[in-house]
C-alpha cells in the first residue's frame, strides 16, 4: 500500500466508525470462506468492528426485500446487478475520489469504481464436466455442451438465461464479439432458444451456485456450467475429478457496494477501502482463483495456502487458458433484464 493510500485509509476508521459492527452479505460456500479468510477477518482483526456476515441470491431484488430489515451494510453484487441496483436507488452513491487516491484509481482494470460499486474481483462462468463420465473423448469447446449425441447425459444450468443463451450463440458459431448485439435482437433470441431445444430433456436446473459442482461430484450431472471457483474448489480437495473447459468462458466482474439503507455508512467505506487495497485482492486470489481488478494486486498472487497450487495459473484471465472467450457486457445485463427473464419464462412454459 503506497503511503498516500495509507493515510486515506486509516482516516476511514475514525472513531465513531471504529466503534460500529457491520454486516456483510456474501455468497456462502467456498468463495464465503474465501472471503472470511482473506478479506473479512484481517478487516474485523484491524478495525476491532465485529463483522457478521449472512448469505443471499445475489440479485437486487434480495437487496430490495431483505437489507432494511436485516441490517445489510456491504454488499458482495454482480456488476449488472449493483448497476440496477444503483437505479433504483437501492445503494449508496460513493464518491471514488474520496474513498481512493489517483494512483489507485488507475490501477484498477478492466475499469474502476463508479457511482455506486467498487470492483473486486474477475470471475468466469465456465464448462466443467465430471472425468469419470467422459473417460476416453473429452469435451474440449462450448459446442460440446449442447453435443448430446456425442457426450450424452444431464446437464446442470442456472435456472436463469444468464450465460446459457451466449453459450447458445457462441455454439452456433457466432464471434464473441457479436454475441450480445446478436441478443438484442428477436432473431438472436430464437436462434439462442432454438440451439437450448436441442439439450431441453437433457437440463438440471440449479439455483444455488454450490449445486453444479455437487451436482458433477454426487454423479446426477456430467456437464455444469458455473463458476470456475466452485469447481476449483472441489477438484483440488479432491472431492471429485472434474475439469474444466476454458473455452466459451464469460468473464464478469464482482463489486462491493453499500446498501443505502445501512446504518454504519462510514464502517462500509472503510470495509470497501480495505477489501480494495491490492494486498486483500492477492490474498483473495491465493484462495480461490478469481483475478484481482487492481493490476498491482497480480505479482502478489502466490501459492494456494492449503493446497501449495499456484493460483495465477487458474485465474479465469490467465493468458495460457487459451480458446474464446467473453466479457460480459454489464450494461447490457442491466438494460434486458426483463426482457431476458420474460422470454426465459416464456421458453421454459414451452415445456409443461
Known sequence: MRLSELLLFSSLFAAPAAAEDLTVVSWGGAYEAAQQQAVISPFADQTGMEV???????????????????????????????????????????????????????????????????????????????DRAFPGVKPTRIEDFFDIARFPGPRAIQRSPDGILEWAL??????????????STDRGLKLAFRRLDSIRDDILWWQDPAEPAEMLAEGRAVMAAGYNGRFFDMAQRGRAPIDIVWDGRIIGIEVWAIAASSDAPDAARAFLTHAAQPSSMARLATHIPYGPTRRSAFDRIGLNPDTGVPMRAYLPNAPQHGGRSLIQDSGWYANTEQLRTRRFRAWLDETN
Do not use: H, K
Not at 448469505?55 to 430489515?69: C, F, H, I, S
Not at 454482480?78 to 490501477?107: H, I, K, W, Y
Not at 457462441?170 to 441478443?183: D, N
Open 52 to 130: 457478521q456476515v449472512i448469505q443471499y441470491d445475489g440479485t437486487w431484488a434480495a437487496l430490495a426485500e431483505r437489507g432494511p430489515n436485516e441490517g445489510w451494510d456491504v454488499i458482495d453484487m454482480l456488476d449488472d446487478q449493483a448497476r440496477v441496483a444503483c437505479a433504483r436507488g437501492l445503494l449508496l452513491e460513493l464518491q471514488p475520489n474520496s474513498l481512493f487516491t489517483p494512483d489507485a484509481l488507475a490501477d484498477f482494470t478492466p475499469f474502476g469504481p463508479d457511482r455506486c460499486a467498487v470492483p473486486q474481483n474477475a470471475y468466469a462462468r465456465v464448462m466443467a464436466f465430471s
Open 170 to 183: 457462441m455454439a452456433e458459431g457466432v464471434p464473441p464479439e457479436q454475441v450480445y448485439g446478436l441478443l
